[in-house]
């Protein structure tokens, strides 16, 4: 296995509190987002209306569902 390199570079717009999600969709349109992976909890449904607005925007939405939360075992 070789050692490759990459890049990774990390939004410095990070928004916190209720309500916030309903801003997702715009600003991933200003940053010319074409698509998203979106990590949720054991149920994707909850982010539905989120998968809805950006599909609405033409952003490809990829979910992944967590099952649970992680251990140290």
Do not use: C, H, K, N
């Not at 939004?11 to 998203?36: F, H, N, T």
């Not at 209306?49 to 033409?58: I, Y």
Request: hydrophobic fraction near 40%; avoid cysteine.
């Amino acid at each position: 296995m070789s050692s490759g390199t990459f890049d990774l570079t990390v939004p410095s717009d990070i928004r916190v509190g209720p309500g916030r999600v309903g801003e997702a969709p715009e600003v991933l349109v200003g940053w010319q987002a074409r698509r998203v992976l979106l990590v949720t909890g054991r149920s994707t449904g909850r982010a539905a209306s989120l998968v809805a607005a950006l599909d609405d925007r033409g952003i490809d939405v990829t979910t992944y569902a967590v099952p649970g939360e992680p251990t140290l075992a």
